[in-house]
């Protein structure tokens, strides 16, 4: 089950856990609210897995590629994790399906705060369009994971503020909607 809390505030490693004290735990109701949507599937065998194969086609997930994020696999390492960890928005949602390793996808939550959800083997993620996030590693510094789209891939992150796009403007109503 997948493991998410609310985060300090502190510049210390990002790759750390930033827990606040006490922990503030975040669930997965919590986390539908925001539009998050968290899938546990069979890491081991996705390749035949008839779940991932399911969430695929009712999704409309028609391209997939794996990445590996690690100093020795990933070209320009060190200039991509800052890149991921830079807050930002896309204008289609992000679905991440990890394979091996693990790692942090933080959220934005409705006022603003951090969420920070640990993701691991065989855990899949949507994060909205227009949902300010990052990503990171975790301090055992690797993950291999499946990127999913409808369609042809778009990588392009759009830096906070970036308030003005209809994917923002469209997402900041489903909040409002959950709100009431």
């Excluded at 996705?46 to 990445?67: F, G, H």
């Excluded at 999913?148 to 109503?173: C, H, I, M, S």
Aim: aromatic share 12%; glycine share 4%; hydrophobic share 35%.
């Amino acid at each position: 089950m997948v493991e998410a809390w609310y985060m300090d505030e502190s510049p210390e490693d990002q790759r750390a856990p930033h827990r606040l004290q006490p922990n503030c735990p975040v669930n997965l109701e919590q986390l539908r609210r925001l539009g998050v949507v968290y899938r546990k599937l069979d890491a081991d065998n996705y390749e035949t897995d008839p779940c991932l194969k399911e969430i695929r086609q009712a999704e409309n997930y028609s391209w997939m590629d794996i990445v590996t994020i690690h100093k020795d696999k990933l070209p320009n390492y060190e200039e991509k994790i800052k890149t991921f960890y830079e807050e930002h928005l896309h204008l289609d949602d992000e679905i991440r399906y990890i394979l091996d390793g693990s790692g942090y996808f933080d959220v934005r939550d409705k006022d603003d705060k951090w969420i920070r959800i640990s993701m691991e083997k065989g855990d899949m993620i949507t994060l909205p369009a227009g949902i300010y996030h990052r990503f990171t590693l975790d301090e055992n510094n690797y993950v291999k994971a499946m990127r999913l789209f409808v369609g042809e891939p778009v990588w392009t992150p759009y830096n906070r503020p970036a308030d003005d796009f209809p994917a923002r403007k469209q997402y900041l109503k489903l909040l409002a909607a959950e709100a009431q």
